[in-house]
């Protein structure tokens, strides 16, 4: 394909070069020609001229004769000497030169020009003649042969010939290496791009240099592989990391069934199996319904339900839920709640504060304190929950949201959850067109923060983040 467009370009240049210098030389040897032409009219016809002035002045012809200036001016040669012939208004050969060929004829009917002497210029083989009408439409022709001006032409045709083909010929190499110069970088890249595969995305095009067109190309697809690259290490990352939290509750219901299946023992016994299979079967459900959310956002699912929700109502219901824990850990929680409503999927929110506030009562000491806060700031409902917990350390920030992320040791050291809670959640309020942000320091305590348009500022829902309705909250 490279080589044919390669040659579509060599031949298109040809051509247009091919048009240029045949229109350049046939206009410049047309020119030339005409003004050769032009130069020996003029001469003829003063040679004419005198000859009809001489005729009037003597009123015979035995005398006339072409004087020797325009003798000179036709060239000393034999091939240039002039001849010349008159007739009277009857056509009646009244002289002629020596030098006149015997078949020279007067015009019948001699077509009028403008001017003070009436002419006509002809070609009458290799010869020029021009033909004057007199006073009384009395002829007088003067002719010579242009064998000089002919000569002169045909050498300046061979040399607009040959000057022609030369450039041509620089032409077309120009041409062929600048075709070369714009397809080589293409075909580096056709090869380049040949040996990209999924397994191997990490070589990336050679960029030209300059600002040109293939370079701009190769800069655009360099980033496309480096997006794909990055994509195909979050999806291999996801997989292994999805494929290890699940063999854990698999090896615990294997284990758990093959030491009930060993050999006889009391229903107390095997009531315990059955409830660690369980607990293994009910994170593995949290963890297929999480991974299952995370896919089908990734892969453009509908969107979240829209619908009018007063959030104090959907935290005030988890509140609720997480009582039993908070009182376990002996924990004193604070609650600032102003009535706020935004527009959205009630069930969703509530997995965000869901996992947000089993956060906070997981990773905390101890005995203290939990703070939850809404209010309406700017258009925007602000859901701040606070805890005073062991806190995490600043490196571990900017990856909080990934999938499967856990801060290591201060957050995977407990156990609990599998690693896609945060990633959920970030999920959810990007789809409600929202953001989360986090603040925290180690060994003082972490602070949530979403941010979700409210009802009244008419925010349209985010396109870049899509939760399916219906699912169950996960933390």
């Given at each position: 394909m490279?080589?044919?467009?390669r040659?579509?370009?060599?031949?298109?240049?040809a051509?247009l070069?091919?048009?240029?210098?045949v229109?350049?030389?046939?206009t410049?040897?047309?020119?030339?020609?005409?003004?050769?032409?032009g130069?020996?009219d003029?001469d003829?016809?003063?040679?004419a001229?005198s000859?009809?002035t001489?005729w009037s002045a003597?009123?015979?012809v035995?005398?006339?004769?072409?004087?020797e200036?325009y003798?000179?001016r036709?060239?000393?040669g034999?091939?240039e000497?002039?001849?010349?012939?008159v007739?009277?208004?009857?056509?009646?050969?009244?002289?002629a030169?020596q030098?006149?060929?015997a078949?020279?004829?007067p015009?019948?009917?001699?077509?009028?020009?403008?001017?003070?002497h009436p002419?006509?210029?002809?070609?009458r083989g290799?010869?020029?003649?021009?033909?004057?009408?007199?006073?009384?439409?009395?002829?007088v022709l003067?002719?010579?042969?242009l064998?000089?001006?002919?000569d002169?032409?045909?050498?300046l045709l061979?040399w607009i010939?040959g000057s022609?083909?030369?450039?041509?010929?620089?032409?077309?190499a120009?041409?062929?290496?600048?075709?070369?110069?714009i397809?080589d970088?293409?075909?580096?890249?056709?090869?380049t791009?040949?040996?990209?595969?999924?397994?191997?995305l990490?070589?990336r095009?050679d960029v030209?240099?300059?600002r040109s067109?293939p370079?701009?190309?190769?800069e655009v697809?360099?980033?496309?592989l480096?997006?794909?690259q990055?994509?195909?290490?979050?999806?291999?990352r996801?997989t292994?990391?999805?494929?290890?939290?699940l063999r854990?509750?698999?090896?615990v219901?294997m284990?758990?069934?093959e030491?009930?299946?060993a050999?006889?023992?009391?229903p107390?016994?095997?009531?315990?199996?059955?409830g660690?299979c369980l607990?293994a079967?009910?994170?593995?459900k949290?963890?297929v319904?999480?991974?299952?959310?995370?896919a089908?956002s990734?892969?453009g699912?509908?969107?979240?339900?829209?619908?009018?929700?007063?959030?104090?109502?959907?935290?005030?219901?988890e509140?609720e839920?997480?009582?039993?824990?908070v009182a376990?850990?002996?924990?004193?929680l604070t609650v600032?709640?102003?009535s706020?409503?935004?527009?959205?999927d009630g069930?969703?929110?509530?997995?965000v504060?869901?996992?947000?506030?089993?956060?906070?009562?997981?990773y905390?000491?101890?005995?203290?304190n939990i703070?939850?806060?809404?209010?309406?700031?700017?258009?925007?409902?602000v859901?701040?929950?606070?805890d005073?917990?062991?806190g995490i350390?600043?490196?571990h920030?900017?990856h909080?949201?990934?999938?499967?992320?856990?801060a290591?040791?201060s957050r995977s050291?407990?156990g609990?959850?599998s690693?896609l809670g945060?990633a959920?959640c970030?999920?959810?309020?990007r789809a409600h067109g929202?953001?989360?942000?986090?603040?925290?320091?180690?060994?003082?305590g972490?602070t949530?923060v979403?941010r979700?348009p409210a009802?009244?500022?008419s925010?349209?829902l985010s396109?870049?983040?899509v939760?399916?309705?219906?699912e169950?909250?996960q933390?």
């Amino acid at each position: 394909m490279f080589s044919s467009i390669r040659r579509q370009l060599v031949a298109w240049q040809a051509l247009l070069l091919l048009v240029v210098v045949v229109g350049l030389g046939t206009t410049f040897y047309l020119r030339v020609r005409h003004s050769l032409l032009g130069e020996a009219d003029a001469d003829l016809l003063g040679a004419a001229q005198s000859l009809a002035t001489q005729w009037s002045a003597s009123q015979s012809v035995a005398a006339l004769e072409i004087p020797e200036t325009y003798r000179h001016r036709f060239g000393p040669g034999p091939k240039e000497v002039p001849y010349f012939a008159v007739w009277d208004s009857n056509t009646k050969l009244l002289v002629a030169s020596q030098t006149a060929p015997a078949e020279l004829r007067p015009e019948a009917k001699p077509p009028e020009k403008k001017g003070l002497h009436p002419y006509h210029a002809r070609d009458r083989g290799e010869h020029r003649e021009v033909l004057l009408i007199g006073d009384g439409g009395g002829q007088v022709l003067v002719g010579r042969n242009l064998h000089r001006e002919r000569d002169q032409l045909r050498r300046l045709l061979a040399w607009i010939i040959g000057s022609s083909a030369a450039l041509l010929a620089v032409g077309l190499a120009g041409a062929w290496y600048l075709a070369k110069r714009i397809t080589d970088p293409i075909e580096r890249m056709t090869a380049t791009a040949e040996r990209i595969s999924a397994v191997n995305l990490s070589e990336r095009l050679d960029v030209p240099l300059g600002r040109s067109e293939p370079a701009r190309l190769a800069e655009v697809i360099n980033r496309m592989l480096t997006r794909l690259q990055e994509a195909f290490d979050r999806q291999t990352r996801f997989t292994a990391d999805a494929s290890h939290e699940l063999r854990t509750p698999v090896s615990v219901v294997m284990s758990q069934a093959e030491l009930a299946l060993a050999k006889e023992r009391s229903p107390e016994a095997y009531r315990d199996a059955l409830g660690a299979c369980l607990r293994a079967a009910s994170r593995m459900k949290s963890l297929v319904e999480g991974l299952l959310t995370l896919a089908r956002s990734d892969a453009g699912m509908p969107l979240v339900r829209r619908e009018s929700v007063d959030l104090r109502r959907v935290v005030e219901r988890e509140l609720e839920a997480v009582q039993t824990g908070v009182a376990e850990r002996n924990l004193a929680l604070t609650v600032d709640l102003h009535s706020t409503t935004v527009v959205g999927d009630g069930d969703r929110l509530g997995q965000v504060v869901a996992n947000l506030l089993a956060n906070a009562v997981a990773y905390h000491r101890d005995g203290g304190n939990i703070t939850v806060s809404l209010v309406a700031e700017n258009d925007e409902a602000v859901l701040a929950i606070a805890d005073t917990g062991i806190g995490i350390a600043a490196e571990h920030l900017p990856h909080l949201f990934e999938r499967f992320y856990r801060a290591d040791p201060s957050r995977s050291a407990h156990g609990v959850g599998s690693g896609l809670g945060l990633a959920i959640c970030d999920e959810i309020v990007r789809a409600h067109g929202g953001r989360i942000e986090v603040q925290s320091t180690l060994g003082e305590g972490t602070t949530f923060v979403v941010r979700l348009p409210a009802a009244a500022s008419s925010v349209p829902l985010s396109e870049e983040a899509v939760i399916v309705a219906g699912e169950p909250p996960q933390s």
